[in-house]
């Protein structure tokens, strides 16, 4: 079935450092979508990227959509510690409204 | 607007136990969705129903059933709970909106240990 792989599983940085994160998936997507879950928190959408190509901003926060809509990557800038958490990457499963979840990306900032 | 609410949020049980989390929206969202998460697997979706009165199964449904009789309302069932059910349990909703697909709204999560 199709599957939604994301890379690294963990990242600790430094505060200030950039950190990057990427999802692949085994099909081609209509859209991503990425979402941020705090420690003991639950998951809270960020954005989501529709076009070939696409890239957004949200302040530090850089996503890019792959020319062929399988792989996105989601780039921080200058971390702070208030970045804390596991992100994960989604793309449509087929299903409606269906969402196919990649494991996600831990990231530790020391301050 | 309270959003997504889940009931209860922490919960021990026996192996053979039964039980029945409860997610409420008040968004007045179509989808809901059930999904659990375990240590380094991510969110596995469960259930979901695209309205009242309609479910389908997810990637992991075994163990479990659901039911959507409000709209705002979507219910998930252990009938008889196993250790491997150990996890904790998001409920989701959204609203179809024919652009890409929709944003998806989580609830606070239940914690679930079957001892």
């Known amino acids: 079935g199709q599957q939604v792989m994301q890379i690294p599983q963990y990242q600790h940085v430094q505060e200030g450092e950039d950190f990057t994160t990427y999802c692949n998936s085994s099909?081609?997507?209509?859209?991503i979508q990425w979402y941020k879950q705090r420690p003991g928190g639950h998951p809270v959408f960020l954005i989501q990227?529709?076009?070939?190509?696409e890239v957004k901003k949200q302040k530090r926060l850089t996503f890019q959509f792959g020319e062929a809509k399988k792989n996105s990557s989601l780039h921080i800038t200058a971390t702070q510690t208030t970045d804390v958490g596991t992100y994960f990457c989604?793309?449509?499963?087929?299903?409606?409204?269906?969402?196919?979840f990649g494991k996600g990306t831990k990231l530790s900032v020391k301050p | 607007n309270a959003g997504v609410t889940q009931t209860p949020k922490f919960r021990v049980l026996k192996t053979g136990q039964s039980m029945t989390l409860l997610c409420a929206q008040d968004?007045?969202?179509?989808?809901m969705y059930w999904y659990r998460q375990d240590p380094g697997m991510g969110l596995r979706l469960i259930h979901y129903?695209?309205?009242?009165?309609?479910?389908a199964k997810g990637e992991v449904p075994d163990g479990y059933n659901v039911s959507r009789l409000k709209k705002q309302n979507f219910l998930l069932g252990l009938e008889s709970a196993a250790p491997s059910q150990t996890s904790v349990y998001f409920c989701?909703?959204?609203?179809?909106?024919?652009?890409?697909?929709?944003?998806?709204?989580f609830g606070p999560g239940t914690r679930l240990t079957v001892l």
């Open positions: 990227l529709v076009k070939s190509g």
């Open positions: 129903s695209v309205g009242e009165g309609t479910t």
């Open positions: 968004m007045n969202h179509e989808y």
């Open positions: 989701a909703s959204s609203y179809p909106t024919g652009l890409g697909t929709d944003t998806q709204y």
């Open positions: 099909t081609t997507l209509s859209n």
């Open positions: 989604a793309g449509d499963g087929g299903s409606q409204g269906n969402l196919i």
